[in-house]
Nanobody, 113 residues
Framework: VQLVQSGGGLVQPGGSLRLSCAAS????????MSWVRQAQGKGLEWVSD???????DYRDFVKGRFTISRDNTQNMVYLQMNSLKPEDTAVYYC????????GGQGTQVTVSS
C-alpha cells in the first residue's frame, strides 16, 4: 500500500489550500478514505472521512470550511480547505480503511501571517 500526500504549504489566515492523496496497492473504490492531522507536539487528530458510497463526515472544527472528495478513476482523495485558521497548522495524512491506516510522509500545512 502506498499513500502519497501533496498540496501543503504556507498560507495566511483565511486562505485556502487543496490537499491531494494518491493511493495504490489496494482496491481503492471499496475503501473508506480519511484525512488525519498531527500538530507539532500533539497526537493524531481525525479530520474527515469519505466512504465508498461518497458519503462524508467531518469533525466539528472543520465543518463548513473543509470538503473531502474522491476520484475512483484516478485513485485520488482530496481535501479542499477554506477559511484556514492558525490552529489548522499540522502535518496532514491520508488514511485508508475503517481502521484509518496511515501511509506516507504527510504534507505540512502552516497557517500564519
Amino acid at each position: 500500500v502506498q499513500l502519497v500526500q501533496s498540496g501543503g504549504g504556507l498560507v495566511q489566515p483565511g486562505g485556502s489550500l487543496r490537499l491531494s492523496c494518491a493511493a495504490s496497492g489496494f482496491p481503492f473504490s471499496t475503501h473508506k478514505m480519511s484525512w488525519v492531522r498531527q500538530a507539532q507536539g500533539k497526537g493524531l487528530e481525525w479530520v474527515s472521512d469519505i466512504n465508498s458510497d461518497d458519503s462524508t463526515d467531518y469533525r466539528d472544527f472543520v465543518k463548513g470550511r473543509f470538503t473531502i472528495s474522491r476520484d475512483n478513476t484516478q485513485n485520488m482523495v482530496y481535501l479542499q480547505m477554506n477559511s484556514l485558521k492558525p490552529e489548522d497548522t499540522a502535518v496532514y495524512y491520508c488514511a485508508y480503511g475503517e481502521a484509518r491506516v496511515l501511509g506516507g510522509q504527510g504534507t505540512q500545512v502552516t497557517v500564519s501571517s
